[in-house]
């Protein structure tokens, strides 16, 4: 930002080899919070180990939802005739209301897996722009007029993205993310012991509550049950009302819970 009234706060700019994520970055954004409301900052940013990964951070000091400020991203490339094939790429992690974004506005999805590799597999097609989706889920860019980007998740090149959006349209970052509504979201965790990891899949109980909701979701939401690092089932439940969609979350994960004191 040189030659302009941009004014720049670093923070947590000088690693030692062992602190670079030690209470900072986008693994805790508590002190970035803070700093911005103390010197009256319109917005930061928050990146991980390799800045691959980007937190945005309102004036309040509050987080501000990557997947709507990716609909303004997508949004601003078709008016102006540069999203190839008119065409973006999302994981099953992207909210649901990026889905009806979409379609109101006659943009077309490619869902992939939930990894790095398989986003990069069908970027190679030539589209140019995918979204992991979550809280701190990257933005991976491919190319854009022909001309090609970083293929990769960046998320410095997110950071000045969402900037030249702000100072070109004179807008807020929360005015920008307002283009999108964010479906309710409900996640809950169900600690299970590492003898029972796979196992639940089996239990027909689990499979028929998860299939009840489902079908009384239907496109306007969707449920997400799988496995973590750690023992423990996460369940993930979006939908357009919140108290239907945390009742269906409370369901199946003490569904879950009674089925495995079941087997025991």
């Known amino acids: 930002f040189k030659n302009s009234s941009v004014k720049v706060f670093l923070m947590n700019s000088e690693p030692d080899g062992t602190n670079i994520n030690r209470g900072c970055g986008i693994g805790d954004i508590s002190s970035l919070s803070e700093f911005i409301r103390e010197k009256g900052c319109n917005v930061g940013f928050a990146l991980n180990g390799d800045a691959s990964r980007c937190i945005c951070v309102d004036s309040s000091g509050a987080p501000c939802d990557n997947d709507r400020l990716f609909a303004a991203f997508v949004m601003i490339l078709k008016e102006r005739g540069l999203l190839a094939e008119n065409t973006v790429v999302v994981t099953p992690l992207m909210n649901t209301g990026f889905s009806d974004f979409a379609e109101y506005n006659g943009i077309s999805l490619k869902s992939t897996g939930k990894t790095e590799q398989h986003i990069a ?3 190679q097609k030539g589209y140019t722009a995918a979204a992991m989706g979550g809280p701190g889920g990257g933005v991976y860019f491919g190319s854009i007029g022909g001309r090609s980007l970083s293929n990769t998740f960046d998320g410095i090149l997110w950071m000045g993205i969402i900037l030249g959006m702000m100072c070109t349209l004179n ?7 307002a283009i999108m509504e964010r479906y309710p979201q409900v996640r809950l965790s169900v600690r299970i012991e590492e003898k029972m ?21 239907g496109t306007r939401g969707k449920i997400t049950v799988r496995e973590e690092i750690e023992p423990v089932i996460s369940v993930t439940v979006e939908g357009q009302d919140f108290e239907m969609t945390n009742r269906i979350a409370v369901d199946i994960s003490e569904t879950i819970e009674k089925s495995l004191k079941t087997l025991k």
């Open 121 to 123: 597999q069908l970027m």
């Open 197 to 217: 990891r796979e196992i639940w899949k089996n239990i027909p109980e689990v499979g028929d509550v998860i299939e009840k909701y489902s079908a009384e979701l």
């Open 171 to 177: 807008c807020t970052l929360n005015e920008l993310a």
